[in-house]
């Protein structure tokens, strides 16, 4: 929840001058008030947009709440579900999420399924056991071709906003258990090819070693991406 009107034009203006390398995508999640204007400055640039949330039903009695109906009307691409703080704020279960998933699934757009632990789950070891039941409770519900339309983001709760950032090792760690999940319900082929993102205090100074760990396939950025030419730096990373 950042920004004006004015500051994110100027933001999204920005970005559209980064050269983004070949094979890679870029994907802004713009605050709904600004999405129609954001999707109209970036038509004919390589950059997408997503949501930053949605309603688990197609229309109804739910005054300021978003369906994917109305977001999927605007061009919008892709749907954030279950950010930490959505779950952690809003208290986001993981059946609510699964829903909200097949809404957005629904509708041709794709979700970006976010999963992590908080530092005391960290603390305790339990934390593979613990994203796993957010995968199989909120995505495991889904075909093969739903999911293969899915990113997942994983963020350890402890590394979010606080300037602790997971080691590259401890991100290659989860993202491989992660994979290994995919693998053993899915099969090795859908396995490979989800894409896994890292989110947690990605800045321009860890991005290249976070990014070049085997199973890390991107960033979920979140104060770094407030500033173009720090996003800038993280996209070129």
């Given at each position: 929840?950042q920004?004006?009107?004015e500051?994110?034009?100027?933001?999204?203006?920005?970005?559209?001058?980064?050269?983004?390398?070949?094979?890679?995508?870029?994907?802004?999640?713009?605050?709904?008030?600004?999405?129609?204007?954001?999707?109209?400055?970036?038509?004919?640039?390589?950059?997408?947009?997503?949501?930053?949330?949605?309603?688990?039903?197609?229309?109804?009695?739910?005054?300021g709440?978003?369906?994917?109906?109305?977001?999927?009307?605007?061009g919008?691409?892709?749907?954030i579900?279950?950010?930490?703080e959505?779950?952690a704020?809003?208290?986001?279960?993981?059946t609510?999420?699964?829903?909200?998933?097949?809404?957005?699934?629904?509708?041709?757009?794709?979700?970006?399924?976010?999963?992590?632990e908080?530092?005391?789950?960290?603390?305790?070891?339990?934390?593979?056991e613990?994203?796993?039941?957010?995968?199989?409770?909120?995505?495991?519900?889904?075909?093969?071709?739903?999911?293969?339309?899915?990113i997942?983001?994983?963020?350890?709760?402890?590394?979010?906003?606080?300037?602790?950032?997971?080691s590259?090792?401890?991100?290659?760690?989860?993202?491989?258990?992660?994979?290994?999940m995919?693998?053993?319900?899915?099969?090795?082929?859908?396995?490979?090819?989800?894409?896994i993102l890292y989110?947690?205090?990605?800045?321009?100074?860890?991005?290249?070693?976070?990014?070049?760990?085997?199973?890390?396939?991107?960033g979920?950025?979140?104060g770094?991406?407030?500033?173009?030419?720090?996003?800038?730096?993280?996209?070129?990373?």
């Open positions: 929840m920004k004006t009107a500051e994110a034009n100027a933001l999204v203006n920005a970005l559209i001058e980064v050269q983004i390398p070949d094979g890679r995508e870029v994907i802004l999640g713009v605050p709904f008030v600004f999405l129609s204007e954001a999707i109209k400055s970036t038509t004919s640039s390589a950059i997408s947009i997503a949501a930053q949330n949605c309603h688990q039903e197609n229309s109804g009695a739910y005054t709440e978003i369906s994917c109906g109305m977001l999927s009307s605007v919008v691409d892709y749907v579900l279950g950010h930490s959505r779950r704020q809003f208290a986001e279960s993981h609510l999420l699964a829903a909200k998933v097949d809404q957005v699934l629904a509708h041709g757009l794709k979700p970006i399924f976010c999963c992590g908080p530092l005391q789950i960290r603390e305790a070891g339990t934390h593979v613990y994203v796993a039941k957010q995968l199989e409770e909120s995505l495991f519900h889904l075909d093969a071709g739903a999911l293969d339309n899915v997942i983001a994983y963020e350890p709760i402890w590394a979010i906003g606080t300037g602790v950032t997971a590259p090792q401890q991100a290659q760690d989860m993202h491989a258990a992660i994979r290994k995919l693998t053993s319900k899915y099969g090795d082929d859908a396995a490979q090819a989800m894409r989110g947690g205090s990605v800045k321009p100074a860890n991005a290249n070693e976070l990014f070049s760990q085997e199973d890390v396939d991107g979920l950025v979140g770094a991406s407030l500033k173009a030419e720090d996003f800038a730096a993280i996209i070129q990373a």
